[in-house]
């Protein structure tokens, strides 16, 4: 098949690894008129054959070498457990595959540059899946910060709170593999600073502009008899909070944990400057926002503003394909975030705050 012609068919997809979160890759992709998803595939070659037929997939194969044998693959989405992520992507990278990754994109600023460099090379679309860009809300307040609305930006505040530790929101966490693995680092897991710091971090960056210093405190408090649960050692933060300043000036704080019951998943964002500010709360809305500035500025008063609707990123991903352009968010946006991941663990062990 000619490249125009293959430019015009339907993009086809594979998904390596068949856990709990590919089950909403499958579910938009399938949405996609121009994509089809055409592979499953997970080294658990059981789990692949069960999750294909739910979502009738019609090839299952049982690790990445299999499936790249394959010529009937254009991309791959990756929703392999973290610290499979670098290796995967490589490996589908060099045989000029187009990549979505789940995020963190890696598990170090050094191994993400890697995957950088490699996507340069293979010259093919590659995201990372940092889903609450899907919220038309946070556009609105990009739009809002960029455009000068509330002037120059001088304090940032944000948080992501999460409940399933002190209760059962999610489930029983002693019980469910999906959930202990996250809270132990011989699983793969960078606590909930790799879990749920990675978005914390893009949601704030994104309107305010890049963080270039960070004093962090990680903690991992005590939830089982002998700090394990079978197989699990429950050793990975649950609890992250950083101190920030920003490359315009600003200073900030950003705070996350699996601890905060009341909230199963709330992303909270404020950005103050000069002349106004602007925030964020999920747990109102993912489609609104509210600001207050201009005439409102003196009574204080807060105005709710609806935000246009943003294309997910599984659409800009394929959509991005089939235009031959880059996509956003790209690889070289997860590495900046994982640029701060790691600050925040060398501040932690330092004790001290540390540039970016």
């Known amino acids: 098949m000619s490249k125009a012609k293959r430019a015009r068919a339907p993009v086809r997809l594979a998904i390596i690894g068949t856990g709990s979160m590919a089950r909403t890759h499958a579910a938009e992709f399938l949405r996609i008129r121009d994509c089809r998803v055409v592979a499953a595939c997970d080294i658990d070659r059981t789990r692949a054959e069960a999750f294909a037929g739910k979502f009738g997939i019609p090839a299952v194969c049982g690790g990445v070498a299999e499936l790249l044998a394959r010529d009937d693959i254009d991309a791959v989405t990756i929703v392999t457990p973290d610290a499979d992520h670098a290796a995967t992507a490589l490996r589908c990278l060099r045989a ?119 004093h962090c405190r990680l903690r991992a408090f005590p939830k089982a008899r002998g700090g394990r649960v079978g197989e699990y050692v429950l050793d990975a933060n649950d609890s992250a909070v950083m101190s920030v300043e920003f490359a315009g000036g600003a200073v900030g704080v950003l705070h996350t944990t699996r601890w905060c019951a009341g909230h199963p998943n709330r992303l909270f964002l404020r950005i103050a400057g000069t002349r106004g500010c602007v925030e964020l709360d999920s747990d109102r809305s993912t ?50 975030v994982q640029k701060v991941l790691d600050a925040c663990m060398a501040s932690d062990a330092r004790g001290r705050p540390v540039r970016v």
């Open 287 to 336: 489609t609104a926002y509210r600001v207050c500035a201009g005439r409102d500025l003196d009574a204080c008063a807060w105005r709710e503003r609806r935000a246009p609707a943003v294309p997910s990123i599984y659409r800009r991903f394929i959509t991005a394909i089939r235009a031959g352009r880059a996509g956003q968010p790209d690889f070289a946006r997860g590495a900046e």
């Open 96 to 214: 000029g595959k187009h990549v979505l990754c789940e995020k963190p994109l890696a598990l170090s600023h050094r191994e993400a540059l890697r995957m950088v460099a490699a996507a340069r090379r293979a010259g093919t679309v590659n995201m990372v899946n940092l889903s609450y860009r899907n919220w038309a809300a946070l556009e609105g307040v990009a739009r809002a910060v960029r455009g000068g609305e509330i002037g120059e930006v001088r304090h940032v505040e944000a948080s992501y709170l999460q409940a399933w530790l002190p209760s059962r929101v999610w489930g029983d966490w002693r019980k469910t593999p999906a959930l202990l693995w996250r809270l132990s680092r011989r699983h793969g897991s960078r606590g909930v600073l790799g879990d749920l710091g990675v978005h914390l971090v893009d949601f704030a960056t994104h309107p305010a502009g890049p963080i270039t210093r960070v």
